[in-house]
């Protein structure tokens, strides 16, 4: 190139969309998994990496270099996506837990998944405000939360 990349060409740019895409491609691999009755501990894992590719694209789009390159609500989309693919591996997880006996582990990845969805929402006042999709989706997960750990 004969003329210097602008700023949203940059490395933490250009890796702050690989990240998304990654978190968005792995979403789709995770819902495929949920049709198809997949076990909880493989289900598990596929929504914690989403929640590990959201969290570093957002972690990259706040860096300083590129702060005004993204708007504040793709940023508060990534860190409520990612607190609800938290709550989901730990819901699966818990899943996973009723069937091997463990039932003091299913509580407590419970009310961590509660956790989650309760800081998601916290955002989501604090801050723009996200898809309408993406809190429909973080409402059922947190009724699916609430009624497994009062039966729990």
């Not at 076990?39 to 929504?47: H, S, V």
């Not at 989901?88 to 899943?95: G, I, L, T």
């Not at 419970?110 to 955002?123: C, N």
């Not at 309408?132 to 729990?152: C, E, F, G, K």
Request: net charge positive; charged share 20%; hydrophobic share 45%.
């Amino acid at each position: 190139m004969r003329i210097a990349p602008t700023i949203d060409m940059s490395p933490y740019a250009l890796q702050t969309l690989i990240n998304l895409m990654l978190a968005q491609a792995q979403e789709c691999v995770w819902q495929k998994a949920a049709m198809d009755q997949l076990r909880d501990g493989t289900i598990a894992r596929l929504a914690l990496k989403i929640a590990e590719y959201y969290d570093a694209a957002c972690e990259l789009a706040s860096n300083s270099s590129i702060s005004n390159v993204y708007p504040k609500c793709w940023l508060t989309h990534m860190q409520i996506k990612a607190l609800h693919f938290n709550a989901a591996a730990q819901f699966r997880k818990s899943c996973e837990c009723i069937s091997q006996d463990k039932y003091g582990e299913e509580v407590a990845r419970l009310q961590i998944a509660s956790e989650f969805v309760k800081r998601a929402f916290d955002l989501r006042q604090n801050k723009a405000a996200a898809a309408p999709s993406v809190m429909n989706d973080l409402r059922s997960l947190q009724q699916i939360i609430s009624t497994n750990l009062a039966r729990a």
